[in-house]
């Protein structure tokens, strides 16, 4: 009895969701189907949702890809609302950037086609990204893994995990939670981003991780909230932060917590550290990205993500890890085209909302730039590029420590980023926003076009 | 420092001993009109320090009166000069109790007005909108929803006493942000936020509660055409609109409208008299009362007994016309010019060391406003009370600075450019 007991206690219960499947033979190829669609699902335990889901499950599932593949998806719109997919973090043409400037509409398909540059590997993700309607349809379900490998990852074999983060709220009757703009909480929705109380790992409540003692994992994060800042740690353990949004960086960084903001993505090797049998808990501990007006009552409150459940086996030898991951070389600051100022205030950049027919930013084809972000308000904005990614050379003056691929960057309150992006390969035109979805949807929102 | 006290007696004034969570806004006014010809970037800046000057911004926002001064317009420099707006305002404790805190206007790009556009400025100071939470539009209606003006517009924290300063014309609202945006050095200081419930005052700023713009026409019920041959209608017109624009009404009766009941006739209720001293430090210390007067040209109760240059002199030099004679000054300094020797002062929270800013003609026309365009009203103020020296010891030019201002540019103002 007490055997079986413990047997249920420790079962690693975290799912990961399924990979698309190649259907392509050639090569180098990856051919995939992916559909959205309106669908019933379970996603909290005892009540259905009306949801939206792609390949008819939430978490999507993931797109698995190496450097160097291309990459087709055949996308099929299964709603009733227009939708894009926004293969979020890649460098790929205007064309398949799935921004709202190619809508695909209700019952229509097509197809995405794109090949992944070397140098990419990392953790990226897929959401809709249509207009005014992002919020909405990423609420409802649609979101999906990307993981991109390299052939010469310097990381021995681990065993990996994906953990997408995303909290949702839902009525009783489990429609999700999406008041209207001018109701009490749609109003608080609008300012900070919408919230949920229920905090999702790959769409389940506190699913467990199993982890032996002295063993080693490698956990790829992905932030797919519409607003939450997630400051993730696990209590007795230090973590070695390994990469964030493009992919590892050149050392790993040892550290307690890491803050990842909405659509942030984070590698990370979690240490068994602790003894045989013993319990710990991933925590998303407090962090105050609020304006006063707005701030949640229990901002304050840890909250639970994910168990940690040591097996009883005795401890083994931890794996030896590499001093150096691989080169991450620093774009060049004495050859920057443009230097622009990006203001964020509380769902505005540079004084104004997003309008599909306005060009805002232009920018040569090839050139670099450097972007020089400042937060005037009380809020944290966390600021996506679409199609490039970029490096942040400091946080309010502060030198970044060390170079790293990102493709967004959280701008807490009332402070300054400045990052240099080189426009290489894709002419087009490209959105910059907030990634806050609601300030997205509402206009705080720019578009740069690269010629 | 007097001054600031001053300043900001007055405000608290208005807001808390009228038992109101916010600014009673000014309802009256006058259509802003444009100028023939745009006046240029130099002219615009001094025009819109003088006003900057003498509407008092500095009381809360730095630099009390004097661009001479340290922290000149860099915000609020310590916690002892937050608002509390609510509740807490009476009673210690009560909740919700918002903290409010005068930002710094000077145009430093993080932490100051720098990157904001004279028209988020304008916008401020005409629609009370947040320049952080409000689009760079040119916003054509006072309608949330139409014209640009935002739908669910956040609205800049109380004391902010944009209600009354929306009523200053167009010219004078771009000046200000000329001389904020060209005029001012930038200095980085951070202000914390604000606090403010989540719908950013909205509910408080409603056109009930603080009157349209434009104000309503003149005269209302409470006002008279001057009669022929007393003044100038255009004068009297003027000084009514600053009248509003400087919010006497918000002591002195009617807030910001001059239809409303006892407008300017002063203290009808207990509620309006406000205590000044030690107490606002020490609750157990006395208190000495406060009672705006009744400013409509009554003549045993009001200004009818005294002549314009009275009500100039009072406004210029902060000089009781009850104890000033009738005389055309000519110095600020005692006992020269016909400045009294033993000089006896307006009451602590009326807030003439701003006043005093305003061009002889503005003084000129707020008199004739008061004496030729208000129908008298019998109400009897009591006296306030006030100290043995009548505030003398509070009006030194070390408390409150020079009159007139220290030539432009001090150490902490730029040339347009420069």
Known sequence: MWSLLLLVTIADTLVSPPLLENRSREPNTVEVTLTATPTRLSLV????????????????????????????????NALSEETTVHWHGLHLPFSADGSPFHPVGPGEQLDYVFT???????????????????????????????????????????PERLLILSDNRFLVNGAVDLPARRTPQGRIDFENGREGDLMFVNGQLMPTVRIRSGEVQRWRVINASAARVYRLAIPGHRILHVGSDGGLFQEPVDTSEILVASSERVELLVRGTGPPGSRSVVQDLPYDRYIQ?????????????????????????????????????????????????????????????????????????????????????????????????????????????????????????????????????YAGKWMFHCHILDHEVHGMMGILEVR | MPSRASGTRWLRSSLFLAGLPVAVGLAAGLTGSSPAAPPSQADAVLRGRQLVLQHGCAGCHGGVVSPAQDGWLVGMRGPELEFRIGPCAFQPGAEPCFRTRPRNLTPDNLTGLGRFSARQIFNALRFGLRPGETPDLEITSTTPGEGNHPLDPKYLAPPMPWPAFRHMPDAELWAIAAYLKDGVQAVSHRVDDSEGPPDFWAEAYTVEA???????????????????????????????????????????????????????????????????????????KPCLMQRPRNLTPHQATGTGGYSERQIFNALRYGLRPSETPDLAISSTILGRGNFPATPNYLGQGMPWPYWRYMSDEDLWAVAAYLKHGLKPVANQVKDSDSPADFWASEYTVEKIGTYPAPSFPTAHERRPGG
């Open chain 1, 116 to 158: 992944i540059p070397e140098g990419t590997a990392g953790t990226y993700w897929y959401h809709p990204h249509p207009h005014h309607r992002t919020r909405d349809q990423v609420a409802k379900g649609l979101y999906g893994a990307i993981v991109v490998r390299a052939a010469n990852d310097p990381l021995p074999p681990l």
């Open chain 2, 210 to 284: 603080i009157g349209p713009h434009p104000a309503a026409a003149f005269p209302t019920g409470n006002e008279v055409r001057p009669a022929a041959g007393s003044t100038e209608l255009a004068k009297v017109l003027k000084g009514r609109e600053l009248v509003i624009s400087h919010a006497c009404g918000d002591c002195h009766g009617g807030g910001g409208n001059p239809a409303a009941e006892g407008w300017l006739a002063g203290v009808r209720s207990p509620q309006m008299e406000f205590p000044v001293g030690p107490c606002i430090a020490d609750s157990t």
């Open chain 1, 293 to 425: 007006q707005t701030r949640p009552p229990d901002w304050e409150r840890p909250r639970d993500l994910v168990a940690l459940q040591y097996t009883a086996e005795p401890p083994i030898d931890p794996v030896t890890l590499p001093a150096t991951l691989r080169a991450v070389p620093a774009l060049d600051t004495t050859r920057v085209r443009e230097t622009r100022v990006m203001v964020l205030t509380q769902g505005f950049i540079n004084g104004k909302a997003m309008d599909l027919n306005r060009v805002d930013e232009t920018a040569e084809l090839g050139a670099s730039e450097i972007w020089q972000i400042e937060n005037l308000v009380g809020m944290d904005h966390p600021f996506h590029l679409h199609g490039f990614r970029f490096q942040v050379l400091d946080r309010n003056g502060v030198p970044e420590p060390y170079p790293s691929w990102k493709d967004t960057v959280n701008v807490p309150k009332h402070t300054s980023a400045r990052i240099i992006v080189r426009f290489d390969d």
């Open chain 1, 45 to 76: 335990p005892g009540v259905e949702t009306e949801a939206y889901a792609y390949n008819g499950r939430v978490p999507g599932p993931t797109l698995s890809v190496r450097e160097g593949d291309k990459v087709i998806i055949h996308f099929r």
